[in-house]
């Protein structure tokens, strides 16, 4: 194995949900729904399957595809982007964060990335030869902050890619229109590309917005928006992300993707654009079903004893375990202790320190099912 790629073991995903399945334990681990998304995209998926869209779809993606992702991000964004130059259609978001980070950093270039980050942003950062600057997100109140100066210092002279992650995964951070103004003034005044995460666009609550950097002024012709169908839709086994940007950048992720996979998931792709072609009333009901569960989460973890970090988006909810307390031995020990999986989020840190105590559980589940879970953590002792 390649010297950048030691440092990376088995993700933690697969860590969890192994020992999820040898333990019989319920898995509030990695964050996959347990109910399937909308009929009508299932169904089109089989029609596609069934009429013989069974080939190699076109390189940047099926044009109706490509079609319904512009018209979602003109619709929910008032973003204008140009399905024939300025979208492709990539294997989930992770390969379009892959494919951006290849195609826009030499080796040397620094990235700023907020740290707990997903873990598949620095695996793809060392492929690259890139450096992460992480900028830490620390518990504060019942959400995360980062504070300016961190932030500021961690851009320079090789400052190439800000990459954004809202709502954030693992904290739930939605980060707000301010942060995000910072984040833009930073990204104009050191020449940086934002490439953006927001594969959870949609799961934000308590009225919260969500807020692409590409609408702040001067930023969409510095952004690379990457999203995917796998949350909004509850198909994650699907793979199925597009990234969208001015033709420049598209176009250089575009070449990268072309080399790492060619072309992904021919006949799902029409049946995401069925999806999103369902509009915000399907939307707002995910949104709802999501926020009610966050809400039951949050409420019995609470009453088992956890100090809850509220989150304003996505699928998780961190816990602060006592200071002392080491998340990675908490979670290989609690499937014996009590039959649930978490994951411990400081694998997700470079500064190990900030996260050693935080663990993640993911709500994305039937009620009955978070229900159980909250009866078997009431338990521990
Ligand atoms: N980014 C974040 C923040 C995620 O939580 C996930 C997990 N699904 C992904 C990217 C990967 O998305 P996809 O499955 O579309 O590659
Ligand atoms: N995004 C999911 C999570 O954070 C899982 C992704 C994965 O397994 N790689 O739990």
């Known amino acids: 194995l390649v010297a950048r790629m030691r440092p990376f073991g088995t993700t933690i995903f697969a860590e969890m949900s192994a020992l999820a399945v040898r333990t019989g334990s319920i898995n509030l681990g990695q964050g996959f729904p347990d109910t399937d998304g909308p009929p009508e995209m299932l169904e089109a998926a089989v029609e596609a399957l069934r009429g013989g869209r069974n080939q190699y779809p076109p390189g940047p993606g099926v044009p109706e595809l490509r079609a319904a992702v512009s018209a979602h991000q003109k619709a929910h964004w008032g973003l204008d982007y ?27 270039d620094e990235v700023v990335c907020f740290e707990p980050y ?10 690259a030869g890139a450096v992460r600057r992480p900028v830490t997100l620390r518990p ?22 800000v990459l954004l992650n809202s709502p954030h995964n693992p904290t739930g951070k939605v980060f707000s229109r301010e942060e995000l103004t910072l984040i833009a003034e930073l990204c104009q005044e050191f020449g940086a ?92 009901r995910v949104r709802a079903s999501l926020e009610s569960k966050r809400d039951r989460l949050c409420a019995g973890l609470s009453s088992a004893g956890f100090t809850v970090l509220k989150p304003g988006g996505t699928y998780f909810v961190t816990v602060a375990l006592d200071s002392s307390t080491d998340g990675v031995e908490y979670c290989r020990s609690l499937p014996e202790r009590c039959g649930v999986v978490a994951v411990p989020t400081q694998v997700f840190y470079d500064n190990v320190d900030q996260g050693r105590h935080l663990i993640r559980f993911a709500f994305c589940k039937r009620d009955d099912v978070l229900d159980e879970a909250v009866r078997r953590l009431q338990l521990l002792e």
């Not at 300025?86 to 030499?106: M, P, R, S």
């Not at 504060?140 to 890619?161: C, I, K, N, S």
Request: with cysteine; charged share 15%.
């Open 118 to 127: 997903y873990d598949s942003y620095a695996a793809s950062i060392a492929l």
């Open 193 to 284: 590309v934002a490439v953006t995460d927001e594969v959870y666009e949609h799961l934000v609550y308590d009225g919260l917005a969500h807020v692409p950097i590409a609408t702040l002024p001067g930023m969409r012709e510095r952004t690379v928006q990457i999203s995917s169908a796998g949350k909004t839709f509850s198909c994650t086994g699907w793979k199925v992300g597009w990234a969208c940007g001015p033709a420049s950048l598209v176009s250089a992720v575009l070449r990268v993707k072309q080399f790492l996979t060619y072309v992904n998931a021919g006949p799902l792709q029409p049946a995401v654009a069925v999806a999103l072609g369902l509009g915000s009333s399907y939307v707002d």
């Open 140 to 161: 504060d109140g019942d959400g995360y902050a980062f504070d300016e100066a961190q932030l500021r210092a961690a851009f320079g002279p090789r400052t190439r890619l």
């Open 82 to 108: 140009d399905p024939d130059s300025e979208i492709v259609i990539t294997a989930g978001a992770t390969e379009a964060i892959a494919a951006a980070i290849l195609a826009l950093c030499e080796a040397g």
